[in-house]
């Protein structure tokens, strides 16, 4: 039971580029999650999605786009990468109830 | 907007110390405040969490304090120690569907042996 797992865990983008930040889990969550990480700063939600088939926007989704065509997997798509887009990068996810399990996070830096 | 306001942001206290931090809401519909837990390169681990029908809820070490009247709670460390150094947050959210987490800044806490 691997729980939420992220690759990768750094990636350097030059400005302009796209990358896609994987994520999956092995748990049967139905919840899947996207937040991102400034320094200094809690974690700002960009994403989610309740289920296979069904995304929606969180506080932060400008410039990022996710799809989610299984119950396990739940992609984050940066298109057009920005050095506003630097920051630390968590998946996570939940079934029942209110415990969030998130991932060790993609450190992402644009230059 | 920042919806849960985190204090202070980072925190010393000598081993066998109490570590207290605050956290103050504005959204009075949340009805789950959640404390976790981040060690460097590691993603948040759930340490303890509340809802607004009790006051105080206590696990081990670890104790929230939850005032609805004047929408703030906060996590006290009792006997803190070095293996306590890292970085809480605390969240806030409201039972629907999604259940999306509102999260503080963040403390950086250090405890020093």
């Known amino acids: 039971n691997a729980g939420v797992t992220q690759t990768p865990k750094f990636r350097i983008l030059k400005i302009g580029q796209s990358m896609t930040l994987q994520c999956t889990q092995d748990?049967?969550?139905?919840?899947m999650y996207w937040y991102r990480q400034d320094p200094g700063m809690g974690l700002k939600l960009i994403y989610y999605?309740?289920?296979?088939?069904?995304?929606d926007k969180g506080e932060v989704p400008n410039g990022y786009n996710v799809s989610r065509s299984t119950t396990e997997d739940f992609p984050l798509r940066l298109e057009l990468a920005a050095p506003s887009q630097t920051s630390v990068y968590f998946c996570?996810?939940?079934?029942?109830?209110?415990?969030?399990?998130f991932g060790s996070g993609t450190r992402l830096t644009v230059v | 907007q920042q919806q849960v306001k985190q204090s202070p942001q980072s925190l010393i206290v000598q081993k066998g110390g109490i570590s207290i931090i605050n956290c103050a809401y504005e959204?009075?519909?949340?009805?789950?405040f959640p404390w976790y837990q981040q060690f460097p390169g590691k993603g948040p681990a759930l340490l303890i969490a509340?809802?607004?029908?009790?006051s105080e809820k206590k696990e081990g070490r670890f104790t929230i304090s939850f005032n609805k009247s004047a929408k703030q709670f906060s996590l006290h460390i009792m006997d803190s120690q070095p293996g306590d150094s890292a970085t809480y947050f605390c969240?806030?959210?409201?039972?629907?569907?999604?259940?999306?987490?509102?999260f503080g800044g963040g403390t950086r806490l250090m405890v020093k042996p």
């Open positions: 999605s309740v289920g296979a088939g069904i995304t």
């Open positions: 959204n009075t519909a949340f009805d789950y």
């Open positions: 969240a806030a959210t409201i039972n629907n569907a999604g259940n999306m987490l509102t």
């Open positions: 996570a996810s939940r079934r029942t109830g209110n415990g969030y399990t």
């Open positions: 509340i809802r607004p029908d009790v």
């Open positions: 748990m049967n969550h139905n919840y």
